[in-house]
């Protein structure tokens, strides 16, 4: 048995080397390089297309708490309106009898409606917090659309960039560096608008 190899490695790693380089083994590494770089923008940017959508969400979920909660308080803004109304008729039926209404009668429709005024600021309050939450929340989502469209774009310029590492098609390739650009554009102008 030689202690050497038949064959002159040395000679044949230099043959597979050149041709490599001959078959585009430069081009190759581009590719693998760019379509590398894309997938870690896409995995960032579906992070913040989740991200962003979560809190959302949350936003909106807080929203319609806020909705519930005015709701709530017109509810018992009505509810004293209706305490006051019968009060009030109450005093009616007194002075259409030709008396005096009692003192806490008129004591009662009066603290009635300040009552509903009080809760009617409240009522509003909550109203303006809930639309505040869903503005924060839509703009959430204006941006979650964003960084899905750049996701989307990543993907399709790393599917590209596949398909010209397997035709060995430069065109192609700038193709796909080309929505890989555009993706990230699309994902920068998303995140710098936080």
């Not at 083994?25 to 960032?44: K, P, Q």
């Not at 209404?101 to 009522?123: F, G, M, N, S």
């Not at 993706?183 to 920068?188: Q, S, T």
């Amino acid at each position: 048995m030689p202690e050497q190899p038949e064959v002159e490695t040395e000679k044949l790693r230099e043959a597979v080397a050149e041709e490599l380089e001959r078959e585009g083994s430069g081009f190759l590494r581009s590719i693998a390089l760019t379509t590398a770089i894309l997938a870690a923008f896409a995995a960032v940017a579906s992070l913040q297309a989740g991200g962003t959508a979560n809190e959302a969400l949350v936003l909106k979920t807080e929203a319609t708490r806020r909705q519930a909660e005015a709701s709530d308080q017109w509810a018992y803004y009505q509810a004293k309106g209706i305490k006051s109304a019968v009060s009030e008729a109450a005093e009616a039926a007194y002075a259409a009898a030709g008396k005096q209404p009692p003192t806490e009668l008129t004591d009662r429709v009066a603290r009635y409606q300040r009552e509903q005024e009080e809760i009617k600021k409240t009522a509003e309050e909550k109203e303006k917090e809930r639309d505040k939450l869903s503005a924060e929340g839509d703009e959430l989502m204006h941006r979650h659309h964003g960084f899905a469209n750049a996701v989307a774009l990543f993907q399709v310029s790393i599917a590209l960039g596949a398909l010209a590492a397997l035709t060995r098609a430069r065109p192609v390739w700038y193709g796909s560096l080309g929505l890989g650009a555009i993706g990230l554009v699309m994902f920068a102008r998303h995140l710098l608008s936080a």
